[in-house]
């Protein structure tokens, strides 16, 4: 496990970290460049000690400002990879990996060499040197490397930048794995939503220095009712629209907009004591009041991934919100496509590959958008 606190300036940044990461899982530090990230890591490093704080790795504690204790980076037993893999150049695969270890040339180091390129599907390639080898192979050994020595804990800066998406998602799993099975607490820092969803146990957006939201990958990352968490986070579709009419008995109101109408889940105003209850204030007052001194104005956020296309109006389908719309646009999306559909606002929808070929979508082609009201989500500034 790790866990601590770390406050730090430079300039006129300022940053302010804590964390607490359970053995064998993972939590992501998602933010912007400059947000602090790779500045945090190096701090749990030792490579940057910072004005006040304690750390903690693997229950030991390698930092604190108060009593004085600071571990140096190469006693703290952390596994650091970035997107340079630096692999030593003069070195084969082999050797690479083993330099952490104490007993690389020992029968013990060797097993444990040959295990790892076993692991991580390296076999065979022990005695090429770096420069044979492909950018998802060297970042495969750089892991490695960093894995041979069992570290206590795991840092890993945006490692998987440089590489292809299919690659990407090949090297996320393998390693999503190898950090449960061997127990290591990981902190990784990314910008890729998608990384964060696949990999994180925990998720921490970062904003110039601090943590404005963090939780459960999807709480966080799925519907972010913070307009500044929204932006970072990338919410595909946002429309900006007024409140028509409340319906507290299902828990939903009606949101307006040019060109647009959406059945949303109720705000808190709305969402007071009436609600599941009869109305108590009629439906016509509400349409009154968006003449009046009272008109709310609201962002409403659907993801791309919760709207479903169909060729044809689901007429008796659950669904709270229907739109027809024609295709303004496709763009692949790995492992997908996102269809553009002018609804009267244009809405993005991820689908997949298949759905994409069975349904033989293209420019001009009539579709129904289709989602539920609890796909909405009310976004505040
Ligand atoms: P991230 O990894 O989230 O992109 P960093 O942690 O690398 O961000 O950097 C955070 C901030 O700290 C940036 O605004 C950067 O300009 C600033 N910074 C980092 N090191 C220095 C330094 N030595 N001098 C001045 N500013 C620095
Ligand atoms: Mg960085």
Redesign the pocket.
């Known amino acids: 496990m790790s866990r601590g606190w770390a406050n730090y300036s ?2 006129d ?1 300022t940053l302010e970290a804590s964390w607490d990461i359970e053995p064998g899982q993972v939590t992501a530090l998602f ?10 890591l190096r701090i749990i490093a030792g490579l940057v000690q910072p004005m006040a704080g304690y750390i903690e790795i693997g229950s030991r504690v390698v930092f604190d400002g108060n009593g004085g204790v600071f571990v140096p980076a190469h006693r703290r037993r952390t596994g650091y990879l970035t997107q340079q893999f630096h692999l030593f150049p003069h070195l084969r695969v082999g050797a690479n990996i083993a330099y952490g270890l104490a007993d690389g040339r020992s029968a013990a180091g060797q097993a444990r060499v040959q295990l790892l390129l076993r692991t991580l599907q390296l076999e065979g390639l022990e005695d090429r040197y770096p420069w044979e080898l492909s950018g998802g192979q060297q970042q495969r050994v750089a892991l490695a490397r960093a894995m041979a020595p069992a570290p206590a804990m795991l840092l890993l800066d945006e490692p998987f930048n440089s590489l292809d998406a299919e690659l990407r998602r090949v090297l996320r799993s393998e390693l999503r794995t190898m950090v449960v099975q061997s127990g290591i607490p990981t902190m990784l ?1 990314t910008h890729d939503r998608e990384e964060a969803l696949a990999m994180a146990d925990w998720v921490q957006v ?1 904003d110039e220095g601090r943590v404005i939201s963090e939780g459960e990958p999807l709480d966080v990352l799925g519907q972010p009712g913070r307009g500044r968490v929204a932006r970072l986070v990338g919410v595909e579709n946002q429309f900006d629209l007024v409140i028509e009419s409340h319906n507290p008995k299902d828990g939903t109101m009606i949101c307006m907009g040019e060109g647009i109408r959406l059945e949303v889940p109720l705000d808190q105003e709305g969402a007071s004591p009436e609600f599941g209850t009869a109305p108590r204030v009629p439906i016509e007052s509400d349409a009154a009041r968006i003449n009046g001194d009272s008109l709310r104005r609201v962002t409403v956020g659907i993801r791309a991934s919760d709207i479903i296309l169909s060729s044809r109006d689901l007429q008796g389908s659950s669904a709270r919100n229907r739109l027809q719309g024609v295709v303004s646009g496709v763009e692949a999306h790995p492992p997908g496509y996102t269809v553009s559909l002018d609804c009267g606002r244009t809405l993005q929808c991820h689908i997949t590959g298949a759905a994409m070929a069975e349904m033989s979508i293209k420019p001009g082609q009539e579709l129904w958008a289709v989602f539920k009201a609890s796909s909405c989500f009310l976004i505040q500034d």
């Not at 933010?31 to 790779?38: D, E, I, L, P, W």
């Open positions: 430079v300039g940044f933010g912007q460049s400059g947000a602090g990230k790779s500045t945090t820092v970062i």
